[in-house]
């Protein structure tokens, strides 16, 4: 008989849980989507109840596998997006959608408080940027817009948070989550006063902060809370050594490296979440990762006659056509706004150097570029905390194309090690699992085994010429950033969608 261990991974556009062995080895996955809703460009909500149906949906499905083979379910865990919130009455029930991580309502709320004395003491205190993305800044919004609302709320949650009520009937959020919501205190660990009056609500409003190895049993089975899939994904796969960064470009885009000690950014680029007692992490998302390529073959390549997969195929391909550099053509990928390196939510994209001799197939690998680029400038800035990075472990979506997986490598002028599983953040969970129950010895016991499917090693000749490109897509974004402002005013002004 074997042993089964389950990560369930809530994400942004969809949730899975995945059955892993003890050895850490995936046998099965199951997968549910859900929709957004953007009743206005500035709006991003789901619906909470579709994401819980959906939830258990996967979990079941999981489980019965576990259960054919006759093996033993040893936990289930969690993993799942950070930024989230919704408030719930006193029994529990929604008294509004599920707001995300991409909700830009807040802009004005923290526009002002951004580079002020206190917003900076804030960050320095949670670990969480200004930004509209965080639980804080949507408080701040309520307050403002909706402070009948806010009075009525018995809990401010997130989305796994209200699974977790669902299931067990305790409002509890563990401590990497909480550390990414900008009302608790990284380094006391605890919810923030100060913070909190600020946002305009009460410590009784919050649900209460257990750490990422909490642990409820339903049929005899623990089910541990785990924690962001963030930073699960860290230990998924193995960058959880100082020095050892993680890369992961799926929807959005994120890189990460492991501290023994929390650490924030004077200039306030970065983010701090906490794993463990003993680890944190370290490093910045960006809004714009896959989304650039959904916008590339909705808008550049459209084909009603073949599906989104092969139509994400065929631009991949047509990149592969176009030289390293783009034959000179820059693609700013902030479609929707950006977070790290700028922290700007009225940012915009823009194509640079255009010319008449431009192909669909330069635009096309420009625009993969420019997300490359970017999330090279959030390590630019992280390597300023960490210092040079002795290893990158690379993940997400863009792991399945040869072309962008070779582009990486090589404006990171670094190899690449690309993780056996693509499940980085559900393995992650279950890693956690098995240190929470005992059945490991450390969170590094798969170290060894667990990233060396395939090494991407840099183009000495491609990586020279994207030298001197990083740095111009350096000027370019500073440059720039002066001019949203006004550019984002106009095309609300023109009821322009961004």
């Known amino acids: 008989m074997h042993v089964d261990y389950i990560g369930v991974d809530i994400g942004t556009t969809g949730v899975k849980a995945v059955v892993f062995d003890e050895k850490g080895q995936e046998r099965y996955k199951a997968y549910e989507t859900y929709p957004m809703q953007s009743p206005t460009p500035d709006t991003a909500e789901q619906d909470p109840d579709l994401i819980y149906k959906k939830t258990i949906s996967v979990l079941e499905q999981a489980i019965a596998f576990s259960n054919e083979d006759v093996n033993e379910l040893r936990a289930v865990s969690f993993s799942s997006a950070m930024h989230s919130l919704m408030c719930v009455d006193s029994q529990g029930r929604p008294l509004t959608n599920l707001i995300t991580w991409a909700d830009k309502r807040s802009s004005a709320e923290t526009k002002a408080l951004q580079h002020s004395d206190s917003g900076q003491q804030f960050y320095e205190r949670t670990g969480t940027p200004i930004h509209p993305m965080s639980p804080f800044a949507k408080l701040l919004w309520m307050k403002t817009h909706e402070p009948e609302l806010l009075n009525r709320t018995a809990k401010v949650i997130g989305i796994k948070e209200y699974i977790f009520y669902q299931l067990f009937g305790e ?79 799926g929807t959005s885009a994120a890189i990460r490296s492991a501290s023994s000690t929390p650490h924030v950014d004077a200039k306030g680029r970065t983010f701090c979440y906490l794993l463990t007692d003993d680890l944190w992490i370290i490093g910045g998302p960006i809004n714009n990762g896959g989304i650039a390529l959904q916008w590339v073959v909705e808008e550049l390549v459209k084909d009603e006659t073949i599906s989104s997969d092969q139509a994400a195929e065929a631009v991949l391909a047509l990149a592969d056509r176009v030289p390293a550099g783009s034959n000179g053509l820059f693609f700013i990928p902030f479609l929707t706004g950006e977070r790290a390196p700028l922290w700007n939510p009225e940012a915009t994209a823009s194509y ?136 984002y005013a106009l095309q609300q002004k023109k009821g322009v969608w961004i």
Not at 219 to 236: E, R, T
Not at 378 to 383: D, I
Not at 426 to 448: C, N, P, R, W
Request: a negative charge; zero cysteines; hydrophobic letters at 40%.
């Open 352 to 487: 640079i150097g255009l010319t008449r001799t431009h192909t669909r197939e330069d635009m096309i690998r420009a625009a993969l570029e420019g997300v490359t680029f970017n999330i090279y400038s959030v390590l630019l800035a992280l390597q300023e905390l960490i210092g040079f990075p002795g290893s990158i472990y690379a993940s997400g979506g863009f792991s399945r194309s040869e072309t962008w997986k070779q582009m990486a490598a090589d404006i990171f002028d670094q190899p690449l090690h690309f993780a056996k599983s693509y499940e980085s953040s559900a393995l992650g969970a279950v890693i956690l699992s098995m240190y929470t129950l005992g059945d490991i010895e450390s969170l590094s016991h798969f170290k060894q085994h667990q990233h060396v499917d395939e090494k991407v090693i840099p183009n000495e000749t491609s990586a020279s010429l994207y030298r001197d490109y990083s740095s111009l897509y350096l000027e370019l974004i500073r440059s720039l950033s002066p001019h949203y402002e006004r550019l």
């Open 171 to 249: 409002f509890v959020m563990d401590e990497s989550i909480a550390s990414a919501t900008g009302l608790m205190n990284i380094h006391e660990r605890a919810w923030d006063q100060e913070i909190m009056t600020y946002a305009g609500i009460t410590i009784e409003q919050l649900p209460e902060l257990v750490p990422t190895s909490f642990t409820f049993y339903k049929d005899h089975i623990p089910y541990i809370i785990g924690a962001s899939d963030g930073v699960l994904s860290n230990l998924g796969v193995g960058a959880i050594n100082e020095g050892e960064v993680a890369l992961t470009i």
